[in-house]
């Protein structure tokens, strides 16, 4: 069969869908022609199309090579590279073709694609544009110029992107769920939760959009559908994770609802493993380890603290104390921040006490990993892990010699590129280590520190000026609305029940959480009016309001951490269950700190006696009250100069093993 006719079959059976035939028919024709181009394309883009990854870069590459001018050989090229986890040399071969052939609309639409994957957002915001110059129809770039927009904080712009993809395209679930995205940051969660249930609509097994309701879904306090809605997620991650592939539920929504730690831990690691794969990250070697600068003196450590959350945020309120305490002499600290930031006082406080500041939000991740090596840091701390703020991904990159993980996510991280996570005794005892990637480093104490706090002038309010009565016990929870369940909340009306006069104090978030929780108190006959909802203050007028509840109800599956130590420190007892993963056992962890271990219960139902008992007996709190007050703010909770010796010196213990060759392994601090 001649060449040509050979290479006409096979294209027939490739345009027919009989991809794996028409394959064995382009292998079969480069054995007798290995350098025919158009052969060598189709036979790496059919390749590609099965996920043969080695096979399809083999012939892609070879095409290119033959037929140097070819823009979609150059593309195709660009799409192999990009499933094989290499989006560096993917960005330059979809350049390569858009230079040869300026409207093809896919090349530019690729391009944004791995340029967003890099961190690059501006970048692919432009290569979108460019794909939509070419083809304004296309729903497909739409949505991509969305999630790029979002990225670069423009979420007007985003959302008419996305309108208008769902728009040209109703079928489009990706778009609807990127909607619901932007909706939901934008303040309107309703609208959001309204786009990710018409997504199940269509698609009933649709991860995405079942992972979205069941993570928001509690912030409204709407458990009516929870329990299903939950099950059905978690035959959608067990299936993932048995194919090895990445659950779409988010490691740090997985965590708020369960207290299984080792599946917490599987979906990190899968997560973990799938962005590193995506950025292109490879086993980079460690930076070399020097301690003496040229004339032989040894010089400070040089810390790097990696946090998007340098704002008005709890994990700031830590950092704003802690960084002025450091010692000069022992460590060089620098920030490395990114992200939405804010001109609050504590943003400016923590300015002012930092030694030096670096603003990576424009670079891409390899670029800010690049930076971090340059600065050449020493021990690389990342404050944010899996939450929405997360760009954990530089780490993957190996910036530094020794990177490590602490206070803004209290659980496994899943990365084998972090070496350690500082905790403490109570929040991750020793037998839960085979369930973390990361080596612990114990804190004597606790993992977190706050100060003191001025009180703001002129606001001393009484219980009437903020709508509590006058007698009778305040309950309160101050802990997000999220960490509430339908279990929870059954056993504070228990409490309310058998306490007369009780009221519970709670946060008031949005107008439909406040009318979930007064109906589920109904449906429990309780009362709607015994639940008080405080409006959001400045954080230090908070402090001082936190002070007018008797007794604070903690959350079990996801305790109070800033939350609990604040109303600590404002003198009031918190009531907790020690549960079995580390953010159920954070309460548990400050309690032990200032004293009170006694109001560490084992599980609800004696958290609801020990309520109950309190609750009705004022003089007992009363005494806590003063033994909080006395000796609980003398603790190291709220010693941010003794904390930062203690945080040193493990700085210092894991410096010594990785300078003596030996590998990580768990540090006892004393």
């Not at 194919?243 to 599987?266: C, I, M, Q, V």
């Not at 490879?282 to 070399?288: F, H, I, L, N, S």
């Amino acid at each position: 069969m001649k060449a040509a006719r050979m290479l006409e079959q096979a294209f027939r059976k490739h345009q027919a869908g009989a991809v794996a035939a028409a394959l064995e028919l382009y292998r079969q024709l480069l054995d007798r022609h290995p350098r025919m181009p158009q052969a060598l394309h189709l036979a790496g883009l059919a390749a590609h199309q099965l996920e043969h990854r080695d096979e399809a870069l083999h012939w892609l590459e070879a095409a290119v090579r033959a037929e140097p001018g070819n823009a979609k050989a150059h593309y195709h090229l660009g799409e192999a590279l990009t499933a094989a986890g290499r989006p560096q040399e993917a960005m330059a071969s979809y350049r390569r073709a858009v230079a040869l052939a300026p409207d093809l609309a896919g090349a530019h639409n690729s391009l944004g694609v791995v340029l967003g994957r890099l961190g690059d957002f501006a970048g692919a915001a432009q290569a979108y544009r460019r794909a939509l110059a070419i083809d304004p129809g296309r729903a497909l770039s739409l949505n991509n110029l969305g999630n790029a927009l979002v990225q670069l904080g423009r979420p007007d712009e985003a959302e008419a992107c996305y309108v208008r993809a769902v728009e040209l395209d109703p079928g489009y679930l990706d778009a609807h769920l990127h909607l619901g995205h932007v909706r939901r940051s934008r303040g309107d969660l309703e609208g959001g939760l309204a786009a990710y249930r018409q997504v199940l609509e269509r698609a009933p097994e649709h991860g995405p959009a079942l992972a979205e309701l069941v993570y928001r879904l509690p912030q409204i306090c709407d458990w009516r559908e929870f329990d299903d809605l939950a099950q059905r997620l978690d035959r959608l991650n067990d299936r993932a994770l048995a194919e090895g592939r990445r659950p779409d539920e988010t490691p740090f929504a997985h965590l708020a609802r369960s207290d299984d730690p080792a599946r917490n831990a599987a979906i990190a690691r899968a997560w973990s493993q799938e962005a590193a794969h995506r950025s292109g990250a490879v086993a980079t070697p460690a930076p070399a380890i020097v301690r003496r600068d040229g004339s032989g003196n040894r010089r400070p450590l040089r810390i790097g603290y990696l946090t998007g959350q340098f704002r008005n945020h709890p994990t700031l309120h830590t950092l704003r104390h802690l960084l002025p305490e450091h010692d000069r002499e022992r460590v060089a600290v620098t920030v490395y921040v990114y992200g939405q930031q804010d001109d609050s006082l504590y943003r400016q406080e923590a300015l002012a006490a930092c030694e030096r500041l670096v603003d990576i939000t424009a670079l891409d991740h390899a670029a800010s990993a690049a930076r971090i090596r340059a600065d050449g840091i020493d021990i690389l701390v990342d404050i944010t892990g899996h939450t929405s703020d997360s760009r954990t991904i530089i780490l993957a990159f190996r910036p530094a010699p020794i990177q490590v993980s602490w206070l803004g996510y209290v659980g496994t991280t899943g990365c084998s590129f972090i070496d350690y996570m500082i905790t403490d005794a109570a929040l991750t005892p020793p037998d839960v280590m085979p369930h973390y990637d990361e080596k612990f480093v114990y804190l004597p104490d606790c993992l977190m520190v706050l100060g003191p706090e001025p009180e703001p002038p002129n606001y001393a309010p009484s219980r009437a000026d903020l709508g509590l009565p006058a007698k009778g016990t305040v309950f309160c929870s101050f802990n997000s609305l999220y960490k509430i369940n339908a279990e929870l909340f059954t056993c504070w009306m228990n409490i309310l029940r058998e306490v007369p006069d009780s009221i519970l104090w709670l946060r008031s978030e949005r107008p439909s959480a406040q009318a979930n929780l007064q109906r589920a108190a109904a449906q429990r006959g309780i009362s709607p009016n015994r639940l008080i909802f405080a409006p959001t203050l400045d954080y230090r007028a908070n402090l001082v309001r936190l002070g007018l509840a008797d007794l604070a109800l903690d959350t079990s599956r996801y305790n109070g951490g800033v939350t609990t130590a604040n109303l600590l420190w404002a003198g009031v007892p918190v009531l907790t269950v020690a549960g079995r993963h580390a953010v159920s056992r954070l309460s548990t962890s400050l309690l032990r700190t200032v004293g009170l271990e006694e109001l560490i219960t084992p599980d609800l139902e004696a958290y609801r006696a020990a309520a109950i008992t309190l609750g009705s007996h004022p003089d007992r709190l009363a005494m806590m009250r003063r033994q909080l007050l006395d000796q609980g703010r003398q603790s190291l909770l709220f010693d941010p100069a003794r904390f930062c010796r203690q945080l040193e010196r493990a700085y210092e213990a894991m410096w010594q093993l990785i300078a003596a060759e030996m590998p990580a392994r768990a540090i006892e601090v004393k």
